[in-house]
């Protein structure tokens, strides 16, 4: 089984890094980009976190990023020396559409599996990512 996890993350990692190629990133940032549609926003110590990288590291990833026109910075009204990060959705949207072709088939094998099933798998899924029942 562990085997077959990880022939299912090499797929996604490689994909990913196929999809930043093609669009003159890489995929730490296509990562992070990821992130942000999950949380809808967030600060670059929130990123920091969920990524482990340096807040650093973040700060040059959303440089590239703003600059790139996907994401946009905003005063943080909680603490002025930080900020809010956002994604665009106009540009969300293009990768959405890049991406759908892997979630199709990920739905696609996924209906192949039952309610208790589905249950099972969602299960690991969030033990897999830090989470519990």
């Given amino acids: 089984m562990v085997l077959e996890v ?4 090499a797929a996604g ?7 930043a ?3 003159g ?18 600060t670059p110590g ?3 976190r969920w990524s482990s990288l340096t807040t650093g ?5 959303v440089d590239r990023l703003e600059k790139a026109g996907y994401v946009k910075r905003e005063p943080n009204p909680k603490d ?5 990060i956002r994604p665009v959705p106009k540009r969300l949207l293009e990768l959405y559409l890049i991406y759908k072709s892997k979630g199709d088939v ?27 029942d």
Avoid: H, P, Y
Wanted: charge should be positive; avoid cysteine; proline fraction near 0%.
């Fill in 6 to 9: 990880r022939r299912f993350l």
């Fill in 13 to 19: 990692i490689l994909f990913n890094e196929k999809v």
């Fill in 21 to 23: 190629a093609e669009l």
């Fill in 25 to 42: 990133s890489n995929g730490t940032d296509l990562q992070l980009l990821n992130l942000l549609e999950l949380q809808g926003s967030a």
């Fill in 46 to 48: 929130d990123l920091a």
């Fill in 57 to 61: 590291g973040v700060t040059v990833a």
């Fill in 80 to 84: 002025r020396r930080s900020s809010i």
């Fill in 106 to 132: 990920v739905v696609n094998v996924l209906s192949d599996f039952n309610g208790r099933e589905l249950e099972t798998i969602m299960r690991f899924l969030k033990k897999a990512n830090g989470g519990s």
